[in-house]
């Protein structure tokens, strides 16, 4: 149902509505038969045990990359402290009460991915179709598809990811010879909604690494989590996103 459209009568014998209800701007007329009513931002990309998905990395120099935190029950907040480098480790210039209560912050990513329809090993099926999600990952992958973009740029090669733990979203992957979205036939197809929804997409890829918190809610999130062991400084190397260019 258009925005534009409005109801004209209760679904029910009888009962009539006037026809010119309106509602405040941001707010739609909609009923249980709308299919465009999604309840996410975007779909996540999730593994599963035993099957081999093939998916394309959307635009790879756009991936969102943050420090979180990990709350209990509270899911992935984004670090407020401030870094800076120093020596080739990052090191904490101003501390917020997430560093002083919580362990060190983790550093995740999240990339927009097109995943292709397939059978249970990885092969297309057709005719050709696909979902467009986010997949968010944690360090270890990101150097992972960092060393693999060495050799086979991810602009140009889909990759094959083979599941064989989905609670812990353990994945093998594999590049292929070639990108289904770099051939001329998709593009000129799929092309733009393709880029209809990674621009709706990009403006809130952040909240697929970890949710910002207001200080009254880390507040309450943080007294809720109970004081944990931390460190200082992140002993590990900062991570130049910018390295998963070629």
């Known amino acids: 149902m258009s925005e534009e459209q409005q109801p004209t009568a209760l679904a ?7 026809t010119n209800l309106t509602l405040p701007g941001n707010v739609r007329f909609t009923d249980f038969n709308d299919g465009s009513v999604k309840m996410f931002d975007f779909e996540n990309y999730k593994g599963v045990k035993g099957r081999t998905d093939r998916i394309g990395i959307l635009f790879p120099e756009m991936i969102a990359a943050a420090r979180t935190h990990f709350v209990p029950d509270g899911g992935y907040v984004l670090c407020q402290s401030e870094f800076k480098e120093v020596g080739g480790n990052d090191v904490i210039v101003r501390m917020a009460p997430c560093c002083e209560k919580l362990r060190e912050p983790r550093k995740r990513f999240a990339a927009m991915i097109i995943q292709y329809r397939t ?5 297309l099926l057709k005719p050709l179709s696909y979902d467009l999600k986010v ?26 990811l083979t599941c064989t733990d989905d609670n812990f979203q353990k994945l093998t992957i ?30 809130k890829l952040h909240r697929a690494v970890g949710k910002t918190l207001t200080p009254v809610e880390l507040a309450e999130k943080l007294g809720a989590a109970g004081a944990a062991p931390m460190s200082m400084v992140e002993s590990s190397p900062a991570l130049d996103i910018s390295d998963l260019l070629t």
């Open 174 to 203: 594999q590049t292929c010879r070639e990108s289904v979205v770099g051939v001329e036939a998709f593009q000129r197809e799929f092309g733009q909604a393709v880029i209809d929804w990674a621009t709706a997409t990009v403006p």
């Open 135 to 160: 997949w968010t990952f944690g360090p270890d992958k990101y150097i992972e598809l960092r060393s693999l973009n060495a050799e086979f740029p991810l602009a140009a090669h889909d990759l094959r």
């Open 119 to 123: 059978d249970k090993d990885g092969n």
């Open 12 to 18: 029910r014998p009888g009962l009539a509505l006037p």
